[in-house]
């Protein structure tokens, strides 16, 4: 016993010299450690802190803060069911009761042998494939009764993971319509020597020419971010690929890791070349842990052709070099200013803006953060100009968008289409089953009903970072509302009071009326903390977080008023102990995070 603790205590420090006892890589150094200690033990906090020399306090604030880090023994096999809706819409919950069942755990519950426990976690990124689980964050696709009955077997006799059959660990790409993207060819090196050929100030003059805009969500000019980080004071910058992809019933951007990686890594580059950056992070989502070997070794095949490293494409002064950070299971770090607090070695937490990362990011340096579709746009730009680009899509939404379809259809996966394409020509693509609604551009974006089919996906009318979710007929819509209502709740990072408050009391209320319990009350109640949140919150995601409400309360009254009681007030509950759970996540019990005590 006393060997094995000697050795994985010797594993740990090699991992921490290969990181070169860099505290900015505090995350993934307890990832590692997670892996040869099964979670982030007391033995661990104790190396990692003498060895780093970082403070116990900022490791255990760390470990805390990302749901993927277990600060007490989680079970040598864990596994989480995706929650999503589209994962409760083919079955999931049906599913964890039945593993739950024949492995007699609670939820959140460990074996009394330690060896298993099981729970639920937010989206996946696998719609298109559900019900999906991860296994020690190893996913596995399309659960069924069956799988479930294997899987408890396998759990029960200690086979490794390793061992698991491989077919559980396929991951689909799905593309069911390709087009200036999924449909083009990649010749490696071609986008850069275009990009270099016209040089940094001629690169940016074609991105201002094509329009184009971020896909990850904002929509921000992408000419206008690189041009500003160019011009921004100093010395260092950097390039980071947001591959966060956290946004429920979103999955294009592990599509694109997965097959088009090359493409990915040569955007980042050309935008090293154009903004002057000697070094770029991809921040990969934990969820898409599984790809990180092919990744690293794409890395490695486009160094060996001087695609990355010194003097690239023989270029003098030119070296840039990537490398991979993995996320901990947070959804607030894909925005942008927490992912950059994530790369830094801290807790996600979304810093006051401005400055913006275009003047001070990454290490207080000038630093571009893009989306993994936005970077792949960039080669196609470099090689024909921007005058070619601005000639597809719309006038204000050049180009194409990929969609990740999920839900109610027949054929789920990736469709490329150029902006502008109308929602019903989605829906009749994927053979959409009797579609009521879709929910676009995730839990945070805009439900649309039948009579908006005809609306057109574009910046300029219904924006989409790229989820679209059909929800048939027989669905419904309340319940739709009050997945993303606690979805928001889960993944409220805690650090202002509108959000962190406002989704607890939120999903509260709507956990009351589907008890049947609501009434006109809390009805007003909800849209009052959705304007207290919209207009207060210090980040996007609690702006956003009762958007899916707002929308079903107009679109599908029926569904929200068929469950409420006759009587204009009944007491819900102690509003101070409805908190608690969010008090527990985010790792607060001081004054302000009760109701009614002054801070
Ligand atoms: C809560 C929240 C989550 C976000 N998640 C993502 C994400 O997963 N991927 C992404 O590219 N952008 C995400 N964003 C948007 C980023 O902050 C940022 O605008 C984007 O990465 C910029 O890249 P783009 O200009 O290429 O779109 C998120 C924003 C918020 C507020
Ligand atoms: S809005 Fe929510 S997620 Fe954003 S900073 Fe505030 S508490 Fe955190």
Redesign the pocket.
Known sequence: MQHADAEREQALIEIIETNGRDPTRLLQVLWRAQDIYDWISPQVFAIVGREMSIPPARIEAVAEFYSFLYTQPRGQYRILFADNITDRMAGSIALFDHMAKRLKLKPGQISDDGQVSIDLTSCTGMCDQGPAILVNNRAITRMTPRRVDEICNLVKSAVPLADWPAEYFKVDNNIRRADMLLGSTWVPGDALRAAIGRGPQGMLAELKRANLRGRGGAGFTTGVKWEACRNAPGDKRYIVCNADEGEPGTFKDRVLLQSFAGRVFEGMTLAAYTVGASKGFVYLRAEYRYLLDALQAQLAQMRDQNLLGDEICGVPGFSFDIDIHLGAGAY?CG?ES?LIESLEGKPG??RIRPPFPVTSGYDGKPTVVNNVETLCKTLEIAINGGAWYEGQGTKQSTGTKIISVAGDCERPGLYEYPFGVRVAQVLEDCGARNPIAVQVSGASGICLSEREFGRRIAFEDVPSAGAFMIFGKTRDMFEVARNFAHF?AH??????????VG?ALVANLMDKIAAGRGTQYEMNEILRLHQV?RTS???????T?CNAIFDTVQKFRPSYERRLKAVDFEPAFDLDAALAKTREL?GRDDAAAHLGVEA
Request: glycine share 12%; with cysteine.
């Open positions: 607030v925005e927490a937490r979304p928001f993944e409220s990072c805690g650090f202002c009071t509108p959000c962190r989704t949140m919150s210090h980040c996007g995601l609690g702006q977080a985010t």
